[in-house]
Nanobody, 124 residues
Framework: QVQLQESGPGLVKPSQTLSLTCTVS??????????WSWIRQPPGKGLEWMGA???????HYSPSLKSHTSISRDTSKNQFSLQLTSVTPGETAVYSC????????????????WGQGTQVTVSS
């Protein structure tokens, strides 16, 4: 059974870079045809798919976030990471990582394989 766990700071100052890591257990992030996404949900708003890294290392981003989002991976640790530069208070949200398939993009994948989510607050 694949499990995902987000980690990173819960508080980031405006204009700084938000960095989160998702550690995957029970399955490899290089398994064919799976995509590993980051999703966020601001308070009182809906889910927003941010981007994904595929089994082959290719990356896919939401057009609205592409300019300040980067997703990478460390296959030796079975982890993938999110970097969001120049954050603003409006980017306060619960950030989640998830496993899905290419056909899910650019929407959040089904809830079958999601991390529990981590609260990130952008505030000075």
């Amino acid at each position: 059974q694949v499990q995902l766990q987000e980690s990173g700071p819960g508080l980031v100052k405006p204009s700084q870079t938000l960095s989160l890591t998702c550690t995957v257990s029970g399955g490899s992030i290089t398994t064919n045809n799976y995509y590993w996404s980051w999703i966020r949900q601001p308070p009182g708003k809906g889910l927003e798919w941010m981007g994904a890294i595929a089994y082959d290392g290719s990356t896919h981003y939401s057009p609205s976030l592409k300019s300040h989002t980067s997703i990478s991976r460390d296959t030796s640790k079975n982890q993938f990471s999110l970097q969001l530069t120049s954050v603003t208070p409006g980017e306060t949200a619960v950030y989640s990582c998830a496993k899905g398939r290419g056909a899910d993009l650019p929407r959040p994948p089904p809830r079958d394989y999601w991390g529990q989510g981590t609260q990130v607050t952008v505030s000075s």
